[in-house]
T-cell receptor, first 113, second 115 residues
């Protein structure tokens, strides 16, 4: 079965500090990977998605970036956090085809102070 | 470009009455569509999905949705609301692009069920 590991679960960072959130997937290969941010009243905002190693599609221009150094590893980063970066970040895995499925990690609650 | 619009941010119904949560989408390609539910302090749970088979899709907990291409809609319905249905509901559209499968969520509809 498939498992998504996302860490840390909570994070408090000062404004201007760097960020690195990691997501790793087990039990599958060549997954489509996603980073979402969930803010109250705004649903899930798609930030980045990736179809393979080194292939990143960016949805929202901002001070965040994403990388996929390995097939089952997806990293969300920032060089300098802003207050507006606070939110709940979710990593997701999608499989298309006949057994179309979307899986989510447990999320990271980021507070930028 | 693709987008998803959930027309109501809040819906309130009485227990035992019908539920209608509206979703409209725009897509240049043939989309797949999902409805997800999120209960307070819980993760996202798949209710149902449309993937170009039958236009009327039945999901869990008595929910169903009908894909109407002419109206670009995928509204979620349930004949009789239960208190346990109170949660936030998200409509999702997924379209294959050159960069992979792009999944876009609506902003969500908060369903309140009253006695």
């Amino acid at each position: 079965s498939q498992t998504i590991h996302q860490w840390p679960a909570t994070l408090v960072q000062p404004v201007g500090s760097p960020l690195s959130l990691e997501c790793t997937v087990e039990g599958t290969s060549n997954p489509n990977l996603y980073w979402y941010r969930q803010a109250a009243g705004r649903g899930l905002q798609l930030l980045f998605y990736s179809v393979g190693i080194g292939q990143i599609s960016s949805e929202v221009p901002q001070n965040l970036s994403a990388s996929r150094p390995q097939d089952r590893q997806f990293i969300l980063s920032s060089k300098k956090l802003l207050l507006s970066d606070s939110g709940f970040y979710l990593c997701a895995v999608y499989h298309g085809g006949a057994n179309e499925k979307l899986f989510f990690g447990s999320g990271t609650q980021l507070s930028v102070l | 470009a693709q987008s998803v619009t959930q027309l109501d941010s809040h819906v309130s119904v009485s227990e035992g009455t019908p539920v209608l949560l509206r979703c409209n989408y725009s897509s240049s390609y043939s989309p797949s569509l999902f409805w997800y539910v999120q209960h307070p302090n819980k993760g996202l749970q798949l209710l149902l999905k449309y993937t170009s088979a039958a236009t009327l899709v039945k999901g869990i907990n008595g929910f169903e949705a009908e894909f109407k291409k002419s109206e670009t809609s995928f509204h979620l319905t349930k004949p009789s609301a239960h208190m346990s249905d109170a949660a936030e509901y998200f409509c999702v559209v997924t379209v294959f692009t050159g960069g992979g499968n792009k999944l876009t969520f609506g902003t969500g509809t908060q369903l309140k069920v009253e006695l």
